[in-house]
């Protein structure tokens, strides 16, 4: 019998493509994916830490498989990634039920700790490291489309934002060697896909050095860039703090890099973002918002927000609605502040702001952000934009479905055209997450 891997990801775009990581140094080992989750040998959960409701739903699924373990005895679990990393040995704990817990930069040892599992011992290797990228490792795609996929270009945080986990369970900061990224996106292409996104915490801080050459962010997007105009690629996540002009520049000479930019703003109010130890201030977050709009008119703009940080008054609260309504953000990921353990937030400061307050604050933002983005989808009716087709809209077989440089989702009428194509879509109605149009 094969040996069969499943494995859950949870959290963020770097855990999907660690996923694929993972799932390339399991099949030299012998295993195969699957996708049926009662066919495994060998469950792998891909976790994440980053507010305690993620690491919740982890223990929920854990409880799911207690069942699966009972009818079959020699089913092995691990759980990956940032909760293995924070939690280590109290996971092995949980009712006897967890065999393997190994930590972002050690899935190298995964088929040898696996192999202690499968000789019935307890396996677990949580060490970061200063070095490990990854780089010479291919993943294998598990991706639904053929037409999008991530791309790792560095690993870690060297941020210390107060409230944040990452730093504590991804290690050190580290980029990775810029000719495997770039033999990994040919390779993507030559595969068909037509759209990768450069991942890493911090985007604008890569820096691969060489003897006396260094490589930027700028330099590494534009060497992406060129690998074939007909391949898209998006980057995540940039800081407020390091995005440069020289970036923005890039960005405007490329036509297939695509014009939409996730740059988290947290707070608008510089006192909070200076307890955030976020190194920018309110009218740092504006000036860089009027550089893209200048650089980059037709760029799209997300951001994450945090509601309720540690001494959050009304008035803080306040300037982040206004500096959302300013910014006119096409999308926002809002969130209440959760204490995480460890953080500097976590020892520094109280935890003050109610909990209903935070989710008055947070139900106040979120109506701003639908109302501002409803009004910006309104501007894009009878706009055109080229999209690239990634395949048969969800909702209906009669339709495709594909997303536009600036990340929107535009659904038309079928028709002769087919994934990984390109389409030139004029807009005619909106609903409140995707574009409708047709084919010109
Ligand atoms: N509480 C709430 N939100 C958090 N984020 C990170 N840490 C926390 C926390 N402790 C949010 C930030 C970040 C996004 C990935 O998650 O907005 O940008
Ligand atoms: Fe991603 Fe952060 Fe969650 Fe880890 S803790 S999976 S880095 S979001």
Same mark, same amino acid.
């Given at each position: 019998?094969?040996?069969r891997?499943y494995?859950?990801?949870?959290?963020?775009?770097?855990?999907?493509?660690d996923?694929?990581?993972?799932m390339?140094?399991?099949s030299?080992?012998g295993?195969?994916?699957?996708?049926?989750?009662?066919?495994?040998?060998?469950?792998?959960?891909?976790?994440?830490s980053?507010?305690?409701?993620a690491?919740?739903?982890?223990?929920?699924?854990?409880?799911?498989?207690?069942?699966?373990?009972?009818? $079959?005895?020699d /089913?092995k679990?691990?759980i990956? *990634?940032?909760? !293995?990393? =924070?939690l280590k040995?109290? +996971?092995?704990? $949980?009712d006897? /039920?967890?065999d393997i817990?190994? *930590?972002?930069? !050690?899935? =190298?040892?995964?088929?040898? +700790?696996v192999?202690?599992?499968?000789?019935?011992?307890?396996?677990?290797?949580?060490l970061?490291? =200063?070095?490990?990228?990854?780089?010479?490792?291919?993943?294998?795609?598990?991706?639904?489309?053929?037409?999008?996929?991530?791309?790792?270009?560095?690993?870690?945080?060297?941020?210390?934002?107060?409230?944040?986990v990452?730093?504590?369970?991804?290690?050190a900061?580290?980029?990775?060697?810029?000719?495997?990224i770039i033999?990994?996106?040919?390779?993507?292409f030559?595969?068909?896909?037509r759209?990768?996104?450069?991942?890493?915490?911090?985007?604008d801080?890569?820096?691969?050095?060489?003897?006396?050459?260094?490589?930027?962010?700028?330099?590494?997007?534009?060497?992406?860039?060129?690998?074939?105009p007909?391949?898209?690629?998006?980057?995540?996540?940039?800081?407020?703090?390091?995005i440069?002009?020289?970036?923005?520049?890039?960005?405007?000479?490329?036509?297939?890099?695509?014009?939409?930019?996730?740059?988290p703003?947290q707070?608008?109010?510089?006192r909070?973002?200076?307890?955030?130890?976020?190194?920018?201030s309110r009218?740092?977050?504006?000036?860089?918002?009027?550089?893209?709009?200048?650089i980059?008119?037709?760029?799209?703009?997300?951001t994450?927000?945090?509601?309720?940080?540690?001494?959050?008054?009304?008035?803080?609260?306040?300037?982040?609605?206004?500096?959302?309504?300013?910014?006119?953000?096409d999308?926002?990921?809002?969130?209440?502040?959760?204490?995480?353990?460890?953080?500097?937030?976590?020892r520094?400061?109280?935890?003050?702001?109610?909990?209903?307050?935070?989710?008055?604050?947070?139900s106040?933002?979120?109506?701003?952000?639908?109302k501002n983005?409803?009004?910006?989808k309104k501007?894009d009716?009878?706009?055109?934009?080229?999209?690239?087709?990634?395949?048969?809209?969800?909702?209906?077989?009669e339709?495709?479905s594909?997303?536009?440089?600036q990340?929107?989702?535009?659904?038309?009428?079928?028709?002769e055209?087919?994934?990984?194509?390109?389409?030139?879509?004029?807009?005619e109605?909106?609903?409140?997450?995707?574009l409708?149009?047709?084919?010109?």
């Amino acid at each position: 019998m094969p040996k069969r891997v499943y494995i859950e990801t949870y959290g963020c775009q770097m855990n999907v493509a660690d996923s694929e990581v993972v799932m390339s140094i399991l099949s030299k080992a012998g295993y195969t994916p699957t996708s049926e989750i009662n066919d495994a040998g060998l469950i792998l959960i891909n976790t994440c830490s980053i507010r305690d409701n993620a690491e919740q739903r982890i223990w929920g699924r854990l409880e799911v498989f207690k069942h699966l373990k009972k009818k $079959k005895r020699d /089913l092995k679990i691990g759980i990956i *990634g940032c909760m !293995a990393e =924070r939690l280590k040995e109290k +996971l092995l704990e $949980k009712d006897q /039920l967890v065999d393997i817990v190994v *930590g972002p930069d !050690a899935y =190298r040892e995964l088929p040898s +700790l696996v192999a202690e599992a499968e000789a019935g011992h307890k396996a677990v290797n949580v060490l970061l490291s =200063r070095e490990e990228t990854y780089a010479d490792i291919s993943p294998v795609r598990m991706d639904k489309n053929g037409v999008s996929s991530f791309v790792s270009i560095m690993r870690g945080c060297n941020n210390m934002c107060a409230y944040c986990v990452v730093p504590y369970v991804r290690g050190a900061e580290r980029s990775r060697n810029h000719e495997s990224i770039i033999s990994e996106v040919k390779e993507l292409f030559d595969n068909g896909y037509r759209d990768v996104t450069l991942l890493g915490q911090n985007v604008d801080s890569y820096k691969w050095e060489e003897g006396q050459s260094v490589v930027g962010f700028p330099e590494l997007l534009q060497k992406v860039a060129l690998v074939d105009p007909l391949l898209r690629v998006r980057f995540s996540t940039s800081h407020p703090k390091d995005i440069s002009d020289e970036l923005l520049h890039t960005m405007a000479r490329h036509n297939n890099i695509c014009k939409h930019i996730h740059l988290p703003a947290q707070s608008g109010s510089s006192r909070i973002l200076k307890l955030m130890n976020r190194e920018y201030s309110r009218e740092w977050y504006m000036e860089r918002v009027k550089a893209i709009r200048t650089i980059l008119p037709e760029c799209a703009l997300s951001t994450d927000m945090i509601t309720g940080f540690c001494t959050e008054s009304e008035e803080d609260h306040k300037e982040s609605l206004s500096l959302m309504e300013w910014a006119g953000f096409d999308f926002a990921y809002m969130f209440k502040y959760n204490e995480r353990p460890g953080t500097r937030a976590a020892r520094k400061f109280k935890d003050d702001v109610p909990e209903e307050i935070k989710s008055a604050r947070l139900s106040e933002m979120i109506a701003l952000q639908n109302k501002n983005s409803a009004k910006l989808k309104k501007n894009d009716i009878g706009m055109i934009f080229d999209v690239l087709i990634e395949g048969i809209s969800k909702r209906s077989a009669e339709y495709l479905s594909g997303r536009t440089s600036q990340n929107k989702v535009v659904v038309f009428p079928r028709n002769e055209l087919s994934k990984g194509c390109y389409a030139r879509i004029l807009i005619e109605r909106t609903t409140s997450a995707t574009l409708i149009g047709r084919s010109i």
